[in-house]
């Protein structure tokens, strides 16, 4: 997942529960898949690291949009591919070695998810492969994880091209808000439609068309949020009681709802986006009571390296 870290720019802080927000995400993810009886819905997790990409990297692009009147799509493209890269090839390298010597069948597995792993394409390839994401025959490839950074590839690929097209339209971010807004909505319809209860759900779950409203979503934030009001006291109360309770009812949700659950599939990974939107909406605030909470030690160390405990 996206390991960019927010500064309050006004204040030169460090948001730090952000990185809390993203250690309980991964512990969730992690107890589903070691199939704990208190993570039935860890699995909205990664929804919730999509929404904080989506907010990250468009704060990233809007800072150089607003510095430079531009977006330097090459630059852009090799910072990311210098952050993700090495950690990726490394675990790669591990991955496959370690097979080759213990399990000749994950091996074989790993070979074949080896070039959509790398070039960001592994979620179409488990849709057309029909992968099941929730009933895997046997021991599942060790890069089946990889169609969620797939995912966010495929945004930073996209993304950067919109913000490039429109940098010199007069009301440029007007123009990004009311597209990025629209994408979200057809977006989050598309998986309500082409979700079948009677179906596993792994088009649905795996694909970009129908996964992308959480990036967009957190990227409305960005846009929507001035830097001057990150820190500003007005409504702080209201922001910290907003944020409060919608971490406990995505606690509530990654405990309890079901990864079949047609909620999910038809409003409720909706929620979930907008409760994780309204979570960094009040981090925001350094001062905040939540990022207070959030912001402790062992979640910061956990959020920190989220990326290689969710790979």
């Known amino acids: 997942m ?38 039935k819905g860890g699995i909205i997790g990664v929804t919730i690291f999509f929404v904080i990409s989506g907010f990250l990297i468009t704060h990233i692009l809007l800072t150089e949009l607003e510095n430079t009147d531009t977006v330097n799509l090459k630059n852009f493209w090799i910072r990311r591919i210098r952050r993700l890269f090495p950690a990726i090839l490394t675990m790669v390298t591990c991955l496959i070695f370690a097979s080759a010597l213990f399990d000749r069948a994950l091996f074989t597995k790993a070979c074949s998810d080896l070039p959509s792993a790398l070039l960001g394409y592994n979620n179409w390839w488990q849709i057309y492969n029909h992968v099941s994401y929730f009933e895997n025959a046997g021991a599942p490839s060790p890069l089946t994880h990889f169609w969620s950074l797939a995912i966010e590839a495929q945004f930073y690929l996209v993304y950067p091209v ?36 009677s179906k596993d759900p ?95 030690p062992i979640l910061r160390w956990i959020g920190e390296r989220s990326y290689g405990i969710f790979r």
């Open 2 to 39: 996206n390991k960019e870290k927010v500064n309050d720019k006004s204040q030169n802080r460090y948001i730090a529960g952000i990185d809390g927000l993203r250690a309980i995400a991964v512990l969730m993810v992690f107890a589903y898949h070691l199939k704990l009886p208190i993570a």
């Open 162 to 197: 919109l913000f490039k097209c429109i940098s010199k339209h007069k009301n440029r971010k007007k123009v990004l808000t009311g597209i990025t807004i629209a994408g979200a909505i057809v977006s989050l319809l598309l998986l309500g439609f082409l979700f079948n209860p």
């Open 202 to 296: 792994s088009r649905c779950y795996y694909g970009t068309d129908t996964r992308a409203f959480s990036l967009r979503f957190g990227a409305v934030l960005a846009l929507l949020v001035e830097k001057s009001q990150i820190s500003e006291e007005k409504s702080k109360g209201m922001r910290d009681f907003a944020g409060i309770l919608s971490v406990l009812v995505l606690i509530y949700m990654m405990s309890a709802v079901d990864g079949y659950s047609s909620f999910l599939y038809r409003g409720g990974q909706g929620m979930v986006s907008l409760l994780a939107v309204l979570v960094i909406y009040s981090l925001l605030n350094p001062c905040s009571i939540l990022n207070k909470v959030l912001g402790f």
